[in-house]
């Protein structure tokens, strides 16, 4: 059995309560003196030279009672044996121990203050913890409390008589459990404790854990739980974000304990502290008008005493104020999806998210984790509110366009004032900036629609040789690497800088394998790569689907390119030579012109 720890700061205060309890009590009992004791030894000494009583002498020892039950008395003592301590469940044993407070009233509550022997026992013994009494039957033996039983009476000691029994008796209003088994033990709260029992959610847990905690807990039940998932469409907690899991079960709780009737109608700070721009720490309210109402969760069980603090048992699940406000809103999906988590960090940080709830018609291009990291945007540290804001705000229209409604002329602007360029793809694709794809549509909820993006909107929107560089230098699929390494040439910054400048241009930029093809402009001169390069460029911003077969485009060399055929997606173009060009790529659109991918270098005539 495990040793219990002494308490030496403990055993004064404890041994005060159990003297000043001794003169309260009065019961009929023998009036025998000390004469007419069997043993000269007093209750202490004789249960230390007791082997089955070793764990309560531990326990009288830990909570500084061994002294007091060595003085004048008269005391009996109802002496749980080694093999009763042992029948309570170890966890609960803890807590007591743990706690001086639960340990002194368990041990005062197996005191009675007078000299009982067994013929004396029948009915109610008043006990040395305050209030509470024994139920003693006689009838068949000694049985206390209906299931402890004496199994060797009247040991004489000289200031009183113990009575070993075989179980430890428990008072009424006991809580040797902590919050975190009241849990564990609840069949109604199964769920709560999956959520406790998530790594993440750790500390939490060791708080409902620790026997010296004061805290109060608002209990959803499994069916709260069940309620709250349907609503937001999710299967089980492990579809939420653990992050956010974390902070609805942090709302839950208040720093010490309250009854029900400690409760008063306002407002209760809990453990969870606010997100930027919103209240710290989150409250919940109070409403005694009907019953007790927690926000707008009914108290169905309330005042579940623990240890450390109270429960009450809630029939919703409550949820702190800047997700209340977002659910049924576009913003409740960038909150409740695991793949939004940055996203959602990134609203808090910038004090958008009540703006992206609130706002009554938006569009949201929502960039997933991923599409952070492709952008280059690992972490949000360092990045502030005036940081994050233009860049948030950038992927927000003023308005709700799903898919099928995304304007033809290639661009819409966003609220932060600038432009994005949607290229309208081969194969229903959509790219925004050049570089960013759609990969979801048309997620709608009460106040607009939410678009998934592969890759963060960063301001400005890239040109369309900016779109090539960043292409050559994707960690997949790197493309334009040779187009780009042309263009970086001094030999050929007039036309890098003729792309640059235009306002609206079209680039049909061969691949590198195109480029290959004829080995990468080896051979050829200055001049005559300058020729092919103003070849591939045409002012104007020439989307596909403005494309007819037979049409003729001027480029910058002032020679034209044919467009020789259309089927369907597929283009070719023809140049000076007698093989076309097939268009692999269509409207990859940026800030000042659009890009068609192609398949051959473009060879002008002449050359």
Same mark, same amino acid.
Not at 127 to 137: A, E, H, I, K, R
Not at 176 to 182: D, H, R
Not at 265 to 274: S, Y
């Given at each position: ?28 009992? &023998? ?73 002194? &009233? ?32 006689? &009838? ?68 409902? &854990? ?17 309620? %709250? ?50 209240? #710290? ?74 703006? %992206? ?162 080995? #990468? ?38 020679? #034209? ?26 409207? %990859? ?19």
């Amino acid at each position: 059995m495990k040793k219990f720890i002494q308490m030496n700061y403990f055993k004064k205060f404890t041994m005060a309560v159990l003297l000043m309890a001794v003169p309260l009590f009065t019961i009929s009992c &023998s009036d025998d003196d000390d004469d007419n004791k069997t043993d000269d030894q007093n209750i202490v000494e004789i249960a230390v030279q007791t082997p089955e009583l070793s764990t309560l002498v531990d326990a009288l020892v830990a909570a500084g009672l061994d002294d007091a039950l060595q003085g004048d008395g008269p005391f009996t003592v109802f002496a749980p044996s080694n093999a009763a301590f042992a029948k309570l469940d170890p966890d609960v044993l803890n807590n007591i121990i743990s706690t001086p407070s639960l340990l002194t &009233s368990l041990l005062q509550y197996h005191v009675a203050g007078a000299e009982l022997t067994s013929d004396q026992l029948n009915g109610m013994v008043q006990t040395l913890l305050s209030g509470q009494t024994l139920d003693v039957d006689s &009838s068949n033996g000694v049985v206390i409390n209906g299931s402890s039983n004496v199994t060797n009476a009247d040991i004489l000691a000289s200031n009183g008589v113990i009575h070993i029994i075989d179980e430890v008796l428990i008072p009424e209003d006991f809580n040797p459990n902590t919050l975190a088994q009241i849990v564990a033990g609840s069949d109604d709260h199964k769920i709560l404790l999956a959520a406790l029992s998530k790594p993440e959610l750790s500390g939490l847990l060791a708080a409902a &854990s620790d026997p010296t905690q004061d805290l109060t807990v608002f209990a959803p039940t499994d069916a709260a739980f069940e309620g %709250v998932l349907a609503a937001l469409g999710k299967e089980s907690i492990d579809d939420i974000p653990v992050e956010l899991l974390n902070e609805i079960v942090s709302y839950h709780i208040i720093g010490t304990a309250v009854f029900s009737d400690q409760l008063e109608n306002g407002d209760v700070p809990t453990l969870l502290a606010g997100i930027p721009g919103g209240p #710290n720490p989150e409250v919940v309210t109070v409403d005694l008008t009907d019953g007790v109402k927690i926000n707008n969760a009914n108290v169905t069980v309330p005042d579940l005493g623990a240890v450390n603090g109270v429960a009450h048992v809630v029939d919703a699940v409550l949820l702190p104020s800047y997700v209340a406000y977002s659910v049924g809103t576009v913003a409740e999906v960038v909150l409740f999806e695991n793949d939004f988590t940055i996203l959602a960090g990134a609203l808090r940080k910038a004090e958008l998210l009540e703006t %992206v709830a609130m706002a009554d018609a938006l569009t949201v291009f929502a960039p997933d984790n991923a599409g952070f990291v492709a952008a280059g945007i690992t972490s949000l540290d360092g990045l502030e509110k005036e940081d994050l804001q233009p860049i948030l705000l950038y992927h927000v229209l003023g308005g709700v366009v799903k898919s099928t409604d995304l304007p033809s002329s290639g661009f819409a602007p966003t609220l932060n004032g600038e432009n994005i360029y949607l290229g309208y793809l081969n194969q229903e694709r959509v790219l925004i900036n050049g570089l960013t794809e759609i990969i979801a549509v048309d997620i709608e909820k009460s106040n607009g629609v939410i678009h998934v993006i592969n890759r963060t909107l960063v301001p400005p929107a890239p040109n369309v040789v900016d779109i090539a560089v960043a292409m050559s230098e994707m960690s997949e699929n790197a493309e334009f690497t040779v187009l780009v390494s042309l263009l970086a040439s001094p030999d050929y910054a007039a036309i890098t800088a003729a792309l640059n400048d235009a306002t609206n241009v079209t680039v049909f930029a061969p691949t590198d394998a195109a480029f290959a093809e004829i080995n #990468n402009g080896a051979g050829l001169s200055v001049a005559q790569i300058t020729e092919v390069l103003s070849y591939h460029a045409a002012l104007g911003r020439t989307f596909s689907y403005s494309l007819n077969a037979g049409q003729t485009i001027g480029m910058l060399n002032q020679q #034209n390119l044919t467009v020789q055929s259309i089927s369907g997606e597929a283009i070719a173009l023809k140049d000076s030579t007698d093989d076309n060009a097939n268009v692999l790529e269509v409207n %990859v659109n940026g800030s000042n012109g659009v890009i068609h991918v192609i398949d051959k270098v473009l060879i002008p005539s002449g050359l």
